[in-house]
């Protein structure tokens, strides 16, 4: 895959259609009738997290710590933590929102069932929409696969009108290619005239 010496993407990259089934992966028939189970393929993806309740920070670096601690998941960069005012749903505190870059051998679903059971596990309680969390981890990108699915659907439906997404990805992967067509970095300038979040701090943590 596209994906340099030192595993950062070398060229930008836009999500294609679902990757085909690959038969034998690769493996010459003798090694599959062998038995032999060929590698599964690495993945960039690209992760949103935020939190506006209890220890906002705490819970972002409890997620990312827990990302990272996944088999078959790599952290390989975190941005900043953005501080955002909350769009929709009822009347909440302020956000804290990063996003996160993965290399990853987990399918799109594993990476979502992945993320949902970090968030029972720091204590989400599902109850308004767009309520308040302790803690959303949603999956924005996952290269080479689209999905119109509800129970994930890739690229994220809502990715290009949030700039509480747009600017911490600008900032990890700012000629990444979005499903308009424009980089991140584009779309998050074009966006920041009508942000009312702030960028707020380096993270003190990494994964
Ligand atoms: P939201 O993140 O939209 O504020 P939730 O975190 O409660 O709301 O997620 C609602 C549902 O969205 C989940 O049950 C999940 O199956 C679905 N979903 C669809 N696409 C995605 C995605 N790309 N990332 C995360 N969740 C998704
Ligand atoms: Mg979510």
Redesign the pocket.
Known sequence: MPVGRDGQATEPRSPGPLPQAEGSGGLSPARAAAGEVPPRPSRLAYLSLGSNLGNREGNLAEAVRRLAGTSGVEVRRVSSVYETAPVGGPPQGDFLNLAVEVVTTLSPREL?AT?QRIEADLGRK?SV??GPRTI?????LYEGVTSAD?????P???LLERQFVLLPLAEIAPDLVLPDGRTAAQASRMDRHSSRGQKRARPRFRG
């Open positions: 979502l993320c599902r929409r767009w959303d981890l949603d999956l924005l509800p129970e994930l659907t890739l994220h439906p809502r």
